[in-house]
């Protein structure tokens, strides 16, 4: 199957053959463009935990993955937001109270993780929890 691109160039489907642009990063397939986006080990998570709707704090954010540390939440948040995926709210307060929450873009690849959490729990499933060490 062929596809046309935004730019105009045919690529065969599953097939990438020259690098494109866009948004200011490079790559040579779509799933490449989305991983730059939204992989990693934590925006994923991030995202998930914005899903409901909500705007959440940093700290909300932080409680809940208690594995990140604050350099990398903001750096992650930072990120995500100058791809369009979260809004960062700064209400005009002392302390400043900042809110994050997904934009119409962050809120449309919640379908994906939406799957790649089933896809998590029928893993799991699957190998039972061995023993660390």
Not at 79 to 105: F, S
Request: charged fraction near 25%; aromatic fraction near 6%; include cysteine.
């Amino acid at each position: 199957m062929t596809l046309v691109a935004e730019h105009g160039h045919t690529v065969e489907q599953g097939q990438c053959k020259e690098q494109r642009c866009c948004a200011g990063k490079h790559y040579f397939c779509s799933v490449e463009l989305a991983l730059q986006v939204i992989g990693g080990k934590w925006k994923p998570i991030i995202l998930w935990h914005l899903r409901t709707g909500q705007s959440r704090r940093f700290g909300e954010l932080r409680r809940t993955m208690p594995n990140v540390t604050q350099k990398m939440l903001t750096q992650q948040l930072r990120e995500l937001e100058a791809d369009g995926m979260v809004l960062r709210t700064v209400h005009p307060q002392v302390p400043p109270k900042v809110e994050y929450a997904l934009t119409e873009l962050g809120a449309s690849v919640l379908p994906v993780l939406d799957q790649l959490s089933r896809w998590g729990s029928a893993f799991e499933a699957k190998h039972p929890a061995r023993a660390e060490g």
